[in-house]
């Protein structure tokens, strides 16, 4: 079942703008996009990462950090990037897992945007990587739209890890939430 879309109907295309969502590379030549997200502190907040405070920065993490990576897509609407999402993969005895992270621009945000998002993700990464058994995906308690979007994506939610991570100098206690391949897509 495919999500409907709550941003607005285009009656002059005939669509609506969520049909042009679509996950692709992240380049550098998308650094203005990516600096619009990368330096909201709204964003940022439940990010490990401080606010971008410059161009710069970003291009160096682009370059040493998200072109290097084996799973890191562009979340794009119209074909300009207002998000990322990306999956980890683990080694060794854990490689049966991956760790799912997203990001939306704050003007984004309510829209069911970064569920469709997830859920393409989801659609994909276990055919993409056959070994890959079980997509996590770590959310701070206080971060109650992330765990929406995961659960309207179909995730389960397996319980809270208490005083499980350190984040901008602080304890967190932080949400487990896991699909397997074996699981339903929704």
């Not at 490689?95 to 984004?108: H, I």
């Amino acid at each position: 079942m495919e999500e409907n879309c709550p941003v607005q109907l285009d009656t002059s295309k005939g669509k609506d703008e969520c049909s042009d969502l679509s996950l692709r590379l992240l380049d550098l030549s998308d650094i203005d996009d990516f600096m619009v997200w990368a330096t909201d502190e709204k964003v940022a907040r439940f990010c490990t990462w401080e606010p971008y405070t410059n161009k710069e920065d970003g291009l160096n993490f682009i370059r040493n950090t998200v072109l290097p990576h084996p799973w890191f897509r562009a979340i794009c609407l119209d074909n300009r990037p207002i998000g990322a999402i990306s999956v980890i993969a683990n080694s060794g005895n854990d490689k049966c897992r991956g760790e799912l992270g997203y990001v939306l621009a704050s003007k984004y945000w309510g829209k069911g945007i970064a569920t469709r998002a997830v859920k393409m993700v989801a659609k994909t990464i276990f055919v993409e990587w056959p070994h890959l058994e079980r997509l996590e995906a770590l959310v701070e308690v206080e971060n109650v739209g992330s765990q929406r979007v995961l659960e309207k994506a179909g995730f389960q939610k397996e319980g809270v890890l208490r005083k499980y991570f350190i984040r901008k100098g602080r304890t967190r206690d932080m949400v487990m939430f896991s699909l397997v391949s074996t699981d339903p897509q929704i």
